[in-house]
């Protein structure tokens, strides 16, 4: 009875062995298992590969332009002489139509009566005086130079006097007569006004230098036409 306890005992105690035995070797036989697995899993995420860097861009050498066409330099050359034509052309009818420095010229021809309206003072009557050496039609500056008072005849005389005059619309004359109208005997406005008349054209007269409020001018004018006004009266 005593040993077939102690042979149970035994076998009770190997199985119990056994028993423990099993997890273990259940986790060595896993181990292999999962140490594969590792290196699968390595491989299914390949590391990048650096990127490659870009060569640089040389720098081009920077193009000449092609030499200009004989065309070309013909066109160039054609449009140069019609820029200049034209500009002088402007000039040389500018020069004509300010008789050679002052306000256009008018296109009236002698012998014939216009309209005009003058702006003036009322110290015009003392400031307006040109100087030549010539007549038209009996009329005359008061002076023969900016230095030589008109030693021909009487050059206070109003009606043979000529004067330089400018009108509303920036046209330039001379003429003789003006301060002898009736219209300006009397008191004149304070300020600058206006007078209409009629101006018939004598002639021409050639290079006067004109003197205004300011003195005289530098240099005489070009052609003016010259002759008398009458008819005139105040514009309100």
């Not at 052309?89 to 002052?102: K, N, T």
């Not at 030693?151 to 509303?168: C, W």
């Amino acid at each position: 009875m005593a040993e077939n306890e102690r042979e149970e005992d035994k076998d009770q105690v190997e199985g119990e062995d056994e028993g423990e035995g099993e997890p273990e070797a259940e986790a060595k036989a896993e181990a292999p298992k999962a140490e594969a697995k590792a290196p699968a899993a390595a491989k299914a995420t390949p590391a990048k590969a650096p990127a490659k860097k870009q060569p640089k861009a040389s720098k081009a050498a920077p193009r000449r332009a092609p030499p200009p066409s004989s065309a070309s330099l013909g066109k160039s050359m054609v449009l140069f002489v019609v820029v200049v034509g034209t500009l002088a052309a402007g000039f040389a009818l500018l020069g004509q139509e300010r008789g050679g420095g002052g306000p256009r010229g008018p296109s009236w021809k002698p012998g014939q009566t216009v309209d005009v309206e003058i702006t003036l003072v009322a110290g015009d009557k003392r400031e307006l005086n040109c100087a030549a050496t010539d007549e038209v039609a009996g009329r005359h500056c008061s002076f023969e130079s900016p230095t030589k008072v008109w030693g021909k005849g009487d050059p206070g005389d109003d009606k043979k006097t000529l004067r330089p005059y400018t009108s509303t619309d920036n046209v330039q004359f001379v003429a003789a007569g003006l301060w002898s109208e009736p219209a300006l005997s009397g008191n004149l406005p304070t300020t600058r006004f206006s007078v209409k008349c009629k101006y018939t054209v004598e002639g021409k007269l050639k290079s006067p230098t004109f003197h205004w409020e300011s003195g005289w001018e530098g240099q005489p004018r070009g052609e003016m036409l010259a002759g008398v006004l009458t008819g005139c009266t105040l514009v309100p």
